[in-house]
C-alpha cells in the first residue's frame, strides 16, 4: 500500500484480509512502515472508564513498558475529552515525538492510538494518523464479534461471574451521537452486584432507553437482570408500544421472577419532533437540566415490574425542550453514604460536557463522595436533546492537532 492510498477504505480494505485477531496489528504495521515510527501501540479503556490498557500492535519493545496508565490528569485524558489528535515531544534519552490520536466511533470512545516517530510529523502524517485511528475504530467494533481478545484486554481487574453477566447485558457501546441526540450511560457496581442495568436502542424514528434495579445481590440478582433486559429487548424489537414493553417486562419478573421485583424507568423520545414518553416503574425521579440549573421531574409512580398487581402501567408525557439535558439514575446515588454528593450541583457543573465525559465526572465524584465504598449498584444516564439545531458534540476534526510541549 502506497503512501497516497492510505485512507479509511484502504486500510479497512487490507485489514479484511487477516484474521480478525490480527486486524489491529495489520493497521499498526501500515501506519508504522508509512511513518518510519519507532512504535505504535494502541490503549483500550476499560470497564472502568478510568484505566486505559495496552493491546501491543507493532514495534512493541518488551519488558518494562508500561502497560496501563491511569487518565485521571493525563495527556491521554485530554485527547479523550477534546477528541482531538495531540503531539508532545518525548522525554528520555532519545528525541522524538509522540502523536495521541482518539479511537472513536460514532461518539464512543474505545482508546487512544498512540505513535512514536523520530521526526515531527508533518501535517499529510497527523492526517494519516488521524485517518489510521478512524480505521482503528472500525476495525475494534466489527472484529469484536469474532474473538475475545478487545474484551480481555479491556478487564483491569478479573471479573465474578455476576459481574461477567451485569456487563454482557450492557449496550456494547456506552455512548452515542445520533444528530437531535447524545446519549451515554455508565455503571458502577458495588463487590457484590446489586442488579443494576441500562439499555438503549436507535431506529429511524425513535430512541428507546431503559434503566432498571432488580432486587437482590450477586448472581441472583444478575439473573433477574436479566430476566428483564430479556423481556424489555423481545418486545422492543418487536415494536411493542411502550405500555406493552412495561406490561410484558411485569409479567415476566411474576412469573419467573421468584416473587421479586425489579424498579424500572422506560423512555421513548420521537427523533422528528423530541415528543418524549416515559414509564416510571417504581424508579428515582428523572433530573433535567435546563437553562443551567437542574429541576426534578416528578412523574405518577407505578409499582415495580413484578409487584402484586394488575400491571397497568401509565405513559406519561415528558417535557423536553431544545438544549434540555436528562439525567435518570439509580438508587445507588441516593444511600445514605452518598450525601457528600450534590447530585444536581454537581450536573449543573458538568453542563458543557459530552454526556460520556459527564457521567465519568459523575461516577468519580460518587467514588470520592463514598470513599469507593458503595453500598448499592450506581448507574446513571445522561441525554442531551439538541432539538433541530446542530449537535454541538459531533467532532469534524479528525485530522486537527494541538502542538502541546512536554
Not at 433530573?287 to 437542574?294: D, I
Request: a negative charge; aromatic letters at 4%.
Amino acid at each position: 500500500m502506497t503512501e497516497h492510498d492510505m485512507t479509511v477504505e484502504g486500510l479497512l480494505a487490507a485489514v479484511e484480509q487477516a484474521p480478525p485477531v490480527d486486524s489491529v496489528a495489520v493497521v499498526a504495521r501500515i501506519l508504522a512502515g508509512q511513518m518510519d515510527a519507532r512504535e505504535v501501540r494502541f490503549w483500550i479503556i476499560d470497564f472502568t472508564g478510568d484505566v486505559l490498557l495496552c493491546l501491543p500492535v507493532a514495534n512493541d519493545t518488551e519488558g518494562g513498558e508500561q502497560n496501563h496508565i491511569d487518565l485521571r490528569g493525563t495527556l491521554h485524558e485530554e485527547v479523550i475529552r477534546s477528541q482531538r489528535l495531540h503531539i508532545t515531544e518525548t522525554p528520555g534519552p532519545v528525541s522524538g515525538y509522540r502523536v495521541l490520536a482518539p479511537v472513536t466511533t460514532q461518539g464512543d470512545a474505545i482508546g487512544i492510538l498512540e505513535v512514536t516517530t523520530t521526526v515531527k510529523p508533518s501535517p499529510r502524517h497527523s492526517h494519516q494518523i488521524a485517518q489510521a485511528a478512524q480505521a482503528l475504530a472500525y476495525v475494534v467494533t466489527s472484529n469484536r464479534r469474532f474473538t475475545d481478545l478487545y474484551e480481555s484486554s479491556r478487564r483491569s481487574i478479573p471479573p465474578t461471574l455476576a459481574a461477567e453477566i451485569q456487563h454482557n447485558l450492557l449496550p456494547q457501546a456506552l455512548s452515542c451521537d445520533a444528530g437531535p441526540v447524545t446519549f451515554a450511560g455508565a455503571l458502577q457496581p458495588t463487590h457484590d452486584i446489586s442488579g443494576d442495568t441500562f439499555d438503549y436502542s436507535l431506529d429511524r424514528h425513535t430512541l428507546h432507553v431503559s434503566i432498571t434495579d432488580a432486587m437482590g445481590h450477586h448472581t441472583y440478582a444478575a439473573l433477574l437482570a436479566t430476566l428483564i433486559v430479556g423481556s424489555l429487548r423481545n418486545t422492543r424489537r418487536a415494536r411493542a408500544t411502550l405500555a406493552e414493553q412495561a406490561r410484558a417486562a411485569h409479567q415476566a419478573v411474576l412469573d419467573y421472577g421468584q416473587d421479586a421485583t425489579v424498579t424500572g424507568q422506560l423512555l421513548n423520545i420521537d427523533l422528528s419532533t423530541g415528543r418524549a414518553l416515559f414509564v416510571n416503574a417504581g424508579h428515582p425521579w428523572p433530573l433535567r437540566l435546563r437553562n443551567g440549573r437542574v429541576s426534578e421531574i416528578q412523574p405518577e409512580v407505578d409499582l415495580p415490574f413484578g409487584a402484586p398487581w394488575d400491571g397497568h402501567y401509565r405513559v406519561q408525557d415528558l417535557d423536553l425542550a431544545p438544549a434540555d439535558r436528562l439525567v435518570l439514575i439509580t438508587d445507588g446515588l441516593t444511600e445514605r453514604n452518598t450525601t457528600a454528593l450534590d447530585l444536581p450541583a454537581r450536573i449543573e457543573a458538568d453542563a458543557g460536557l459530552h454526556p460520556r465525559e459527564a457521567v465519568r465526572s459523575l461516577m468519580r465524584a460518587l467514588h470520592q463522595a463514598t470513599e469507593g465504598n458503595l453500598l448499592d449498584d450506581a448507574t446513571v444516564i445522561c441525554l442531551d436533546w439538541h432539538g433541530t439545531s446542530p449537535n454541538p458534540h459531533t467532532s469534524t476534526t479528525s485530522a486537527d492537532t494541538s502542538q502541546n510541549r512536554h
